[in-house]
């Protein structure tokens, strides 16, 4: 059964008596002989203002009208119109809902999501956020240096399993007091930060708190909340640099969440015992650069309730004895790892 119309086929001006046959993803105009003239898909039907009739327009078919008498099946079957009103509070509606999945959506889910990720597709995405910073940084080749850094890697390291060791840890000639861990398991520890350390205890500290990001699989999880706000800017604007700038200010500055600070927090102290190595140098180094006053590092900005985390590093019993992360000559030798800047951040 059909709703009964007129139709104009836009090739002359004359109308045809028609039935509408209603389908789910478009319609059939159909004569009386029972041969369809035409189908309409739903998706290309619009609605032609200036009657009181339901006259019909579809963008595959230009010139062609169809008119239907009112009240007609058909309107109800069309997509409903918004007013003004209508239309200002689901705005409204959809803004709240975006604000509510941001906050509280995406930090939850993009954990569970960063360990769905194979680690092989993080660590190839990885080398993407590399290039992102290799024409800006240089990576510091001092030999002695280097090796005083990769043996306080691997004292770190033998606490964590080899899935969840940082595929390599470098140093770039840069000012800032800082560390940061990327996708794919690269730890960049500033020329800044090694500069402000008394101690190979503090080093030893901050690099077992970025192996912890890693081993957590937290830069993954926030480059995930990264490219969720970077790819609603760019529904919104259609503006795609957003999502490049986005994904290349989270690899710079290291957003994490206040529960991933935490647990970072906790098991750089873990791994630093494992390895015996006092967890105080860390607290010190904390203490110390807070003290200073003034604009923290982005390395401490973020990190939640910094005081009280000291204190409870600072709490914790020593357990068994421990040593020098590292001893005089080569943590002297790492300090000076900058002194022969070589090579390339994206090279190994």
């Known amino acids: 059964m059909g709703v009964p119309g007129?139709?104009?086929d836009g090739k002359n001006a004359r109308d045809h008596q028609i039935v509408v046959r209603l389908l789910g993803h478009g319609l059939d105009i159909i004569d009386h002989d029972g041969q369809v003239l035409a189908h309409w898909p739903k998706a290309q039907i619009s609605r032609v203002d200036g009657t009181d009739d339901l006259r019909l327009a579809c963008s595959s078919h230009p010139?062609?009208?169809?008119?239907?008498?009112?009240?007609?099946?058909?309107?109800?079957?069309?997509?409903?119109r918004r007013s003004a009103r209508g239309l200002w509070l689901g705005l409204v509606a959809g803004s709240a809902a975006m604000v509510a999945l941001l906050a509280w959506g995406l930090p939850r889910l993009s954990i569970v999501v960063a360990h769905m990720v194979p680690l092989e597709t993080e660590r190839s995405w990885g080398q993407t956020f590399v290039a992102?910073?290799?024409?800006?940084?240089v990576v510091c080749a001092d030999a002695s240096g280097a090796d005083a850094l990769?043996?306080?890697e691997k004292r770190l390291a033998t606490a964590l399993p080899a899935e969840q060791r940082p595929t390599r840890v470098v140093v770039v000639n840069?000012?800032?007091?800082?560390?940061?861990?990327?996708?794919g398991g690269t730890i960049i520890?500033?020329?800044?930060?090694l500069d402000q350390a008394e101690s190979a205890d503090e080093i030893a500290g901050v690099l077992a708190h970025e192996m912890a990001h890693v081993a957590q699989r937290h830069p993954l999880a926030a480059a995930i909340?990264?490219?969720?706000?970077?790819?609603?800017a760019t529904m919104m604007t259609g503006d795609f640099s957003a999502l490049v700038a986005t994904l290349g200010g989270m690899a710079l500055s290291g957003h994490y969440s206040r529960t991933d600070e935490s647990a970072a927090d906790s098991m750089a102290v873990d791994i630093l015992r494992d390895a015996d190595i006092s967890p105080l140098g860390l607290a010190t180094f904390f203490d110390r650069l807070n003290q200073q006053g003034g604009e923290l590092p982005e390395f401490l900005s973020s990190h939640p309730e910094l005081e009280s985390r000291r204190q409870r590093i600072v709490g914790l019993p020593l357990g068994a004895p421990t040593s020098s992360a590292l001893d005089k000559v080569d943590f002297q030798n790492l300090k000076n790892i900058c002194a022969q800047p070589a090579r390339k951040l994206s090279t190994r």
């Open 225 to 232: 909340r990264s490219i969720g706000v970077a790819s609603l």
């Open 174 to 183: 840069d000012p800032l007091v800082n560390a940061i861990a990327l996708p």
């Open 132 to 137: 992102q910073m290799e024409d800006r940084k």
């Open 189 to 193: 520890m500033f020329k800044g930060l």
């Open 6 to 8: 007129l139709y104009r």
């Open 150 to 152: 990769d043996r306080l």
């Open 63 to 80: 010139l062609a009208r169809l008119l239907l008498p009112q009240p007609s099946p058909v309107s109800l079957w069309l997509p409903q």
